[in-house]
T-cell receptor, first 113, second 115 residues
Framework: NAGVTQTPKFRVLKTGQSMTLLCAQDMNHEYMYWYRQDPGMGLRLIHYSVGEGTTAKGEVPDGYNVSRLKKQNFLLGLESAAPSQTSVYFC????????????FGPGTRLLVL | GNSVTQMEGPVTLSEEAFLTINCTYTATGYPSLFWYVQYPGEGLQLLLKATKADDKGSNKGFEATYRKETTSFHLEKGSVQVSDSAVYFCALTYAGGTSYGKLTFGQGTILTVHP
């Protein structure tokens, strides 16, 4: 099992550019989450999904969109990147039973200039 | 709303020293409590958890006890190693209902252990 994987590992964008971060899990988990990690602020939830075809807003959703067309994949999109979106992005997943324990990917470091 | 507060870091210790990282929380009802660890360049890993009052979570020599009366979940280890150098996050969630397993994290505490 690869667990939770994220693509890409690192990316530099210019202000206004768009990009999509891909998260994939091979554990057949129902729930998936996108977090951002900023210094001194811990992790904050951006969006989450409770199953294929469903998404919901988390704590800091503005400027991001998500899609979960397949159960194993959860995509995070930035339509028009801003410097405030410079961060490390983590994807996580959890099973339907025992969903309070999450499994994290290795992270994507994004720099917006 | 829910919140988690961790002690300010960074924490620097010598090998074999005793470690305490304080964590307190604000939440309604009975949340589950967690400690996650992030080693350099990696994602977060679950270190230990406790799901009800007075439960003690333990793993790799680390322990934490769910204290509802003081709303605390302090992390302890009797003798730290250089390999314990990492960032430690306290977190909470609710096991059921509409929480969907969403975690609320503290700000993280950087631990550095010197030989």
């Amino acid at each position: 099992n690869a667990g939770v994987t994220q693509t890409p590992k690192f990316r530099v964008l210019k202000t206004g550019q768009s990009m999509t971060l891909l998260c994939a899990q091979d554990m057949n988990h129902e729930y998936m989450y996108w977090y951002r990690q900023d210094p001194g602020m811990g992790l904050r939830l951006i969006h989450y999904s409770v199953g294929e075809g469903t998404t919901a807003k988390g704590e800091v959703p503005d400027g991001y969109n998500v899609s979960r067309l397949k159960k194993q994949n959860f995509l995070l999109g930035l339509e028009s990147a801003a410097p405030s979106q410079t961060s490390v992005y983590f994807c996580a997943s959890s099973p339907l039973r025992g969903r309070e324990t999450q499994y994290f990917g290795p992270g994507t470091r994004l720099l917006v200039l | 709303g829910n919140s988690v507060t961790q002690m300010e870091g960074p924490v620097t210790l010598s090998e074999e020293a005793f470690l305490t990282i304080n964590c307190t929380y604000t939440a309604t009802g009975y949340p589950s409590l967690f400690w996650y660890v992030q080693y350099p360049g990696e994602g977060l890993q679950l270190l230990l958890k406790a799901t009800k009052a007075d439960d003690k979570g333990s793993n790799k020599g680390f322990e934490a006890t769910y204290r509802k009366e003081t709303t605390s979940f302090h992390l302890e280890k009797g003798s730290v190693q250089v390999s314990d150098s990492a960032v430690y996050f306290c977190a909470l969630t609710y096991a059921g209902g509409t929480s969907y397993g969403k975690l609320t994290f503290g700000q993280g505490t950087i631990l550095t252990v010197h030989p």
